[in-house]
């Protein structure tokens, strides 16, 4: 099986700009999460997909956004670029929610490097 | 607000010392517990999780995490470390909305 593919790898912005970042999951995942890695902070929760509703969110402000289509893709878009915004993106896939008790691996993508000038 | 703590942002071990690192996390609820990995140029991975019963849990390449819950806390062990184990190693938390919380990782230096 193919794992999580992300796309671009690299991408250099300008401030003020925005960006689409792209995820494709494991064939028959149909939950993909997003978060922004960055040096000593870790990974950040931004937003998960299932069946292309957002079933959650962390604290992230307006300017992020998503959506995911019908064969589970997902595409992450940030408005206005800040110098903040430089980070890598990490999408990771699962083949379902499930209960507390169960849990689906999350299976992750290389990221997407933003770097915004 | 939740939050995970990584006390060791950076850990330098000679091959075949025993290893600890430290997460506690703050929520009062429910929760599963994680612990992930990432080797020099690889995808983040799943090394181990707990999520009920036997509170020593096992993973893969010999690692173990013990919860103990009056301390909030999952530390990560291995007895004897070796080369191959360099990496950052991740501890994260699964809340009661599904939600993951992650620590700000431990970048883990072995010496050969």
């Known amino acids: 099986k193919a794992g999580v593919t992300q796309t671009p790898r690299y991408l250099i912005k300008t401030r003020g700009q925005q960006v689409t970042l792209s995820c494709s999951p494991i064939s028959g995942h149909r939950s993909v999460s997003w978060y922004q890695q960055t040096p000593g902070q870790g990974l950040q929760f931004l937003f998960e997909y299932f069946s292309e509703t957002q079933r959650n969110k962390g604290n992230f402000p307006g300017r992020f956004s998503g959506r995911q289509f019908s064969n589970s893709r997902s595409e992450m878009n940030v408005s206005t670029l800040e110098l903040g915004d430089s980070a890598l993106y990490l999408c990771?896939?699962?083949?379902?929610?499930?209960?507390?008790?169960?849990?689906?691996?999350?299976?992750f993508g290389p990221g997407t490097r933003l770097t915004v000038l | 607000a939740q939050s995970v703590s990584q006390h060791n942002h950076h850990v330098i071990l000679s091959e075949a010392a025993s290893l600890e690192l430290g997460c506690n996390y703050s929520?009062?609820?429910?929760?599963?517990l994680f612990w992930y990995v990432q080797y020099p140029g690889q995808h983040l991975q799943l090394l181990l999780k707990y999520f009920s019963g036997d509170p020593l849990v096992k993973g893969i390449k010999g690692f173990e995490a013990e919860f103990i819950k009056s301390k909030f806390s999952f530390n990560l062990r291995k007895p004897s470390v070796q080369w191959s184990d360099t990496a950052e190693y991740f501890c994260?938390?699964?809340?009661?909305?599904?939600?993951?919380?992650w620590g700000a990782g431990t970048k883990l230096i072995i010496k050969p």
């Open positions: 929520y009062g609820g429910t929760v599963n």
């Open positions: 990771a896939s699962s083949a379902r929610t499930g209960g507390l008790n169960s849990y689906n691996e999350q299976f």
């Open positions: 994260a938390v699964r809340l009661s909305n599904y939600q993951l919380i």
